[in-house]
């Protein structure tokens, strides 16, 4: 810990996951929006770099030039912006997910294409996939809310998949709820295991097998087929 770092500061790093839930309002100025956009980008280098556990502010004001008494200004802990890290890398990635399909189009291709879409977005943020997994490991509200955040889009899987039996187009009478979980979950921990683990395994084959196993266990066949 840097010997600049006051007891405050170090009760407010000591708050964990549990108090750094419900974030400050954005800023209200340009200056400010661009100072806290600058101290978010940062903070991703440095998590990245270091991990959650050996990242200290004093890295992260460094790596976005301020100085570290503005940190408090934008945030109270490492967990929070953590937490603001998180929620700019959910909004850029996108999640396997099955949707309506429109009379004509092929099913089996839009699952194909949100696979392949999943898989490209978590090889680009495969470093702070990792990190997730670290994070939650550590912390039982992060751990927490990480369930809730997945539980949202397998909830919105489990219509569409309830839409797709309700249409005859997936003849599986299998849960809704369950099939959502175990099949998003086998998409997961694909990418996981390709990108963070490092199996030897390319994108195309990666997308043929999980699209099949996804066609497969809702039982779904492409037009014509």
Known sequence: MSSTETGATRQR?????AEAMTPRELPTTPRGLRTRGRLVEAARTVFERDGFLDARLVDITSEAGISAGSFY?????????FLAVLAE??????????????????????????NRAYLESYQRFARFM??????ASIDEDFRE????RGQAFIQRNAKSIAR????????SKTDPLL?????????ARAGYARFVLGEDWSIDEMVDTLTQLWADALRIESPGR
């Open 13 to 17: 790093r000591s708050a964990g996951f």
């Open 73 to 81: 200004t934008y945030f109270d802990s490492k967990e929070e912006v």
């Open 89 to 114: 890398v959910e909004q850029e990635m996108l999640h396997p997910d099955v949707r309506e399909v429109p009379d004509g189009d092929d099913p089996v291709a839009m699952i194909r294409a949100s």
């Open 130 to 135: 990792a990190l997730l997994e670290q994070v």
């Open 145 to 148: 809310r990480r369930r809730q």
């Open 164 to 171: 797709l039996q309700e249409q005859g187009i997936a003849k």
């Open 179 to 187: 099939a959502s979980s175990f099949l998003s979950g086998m998409v």
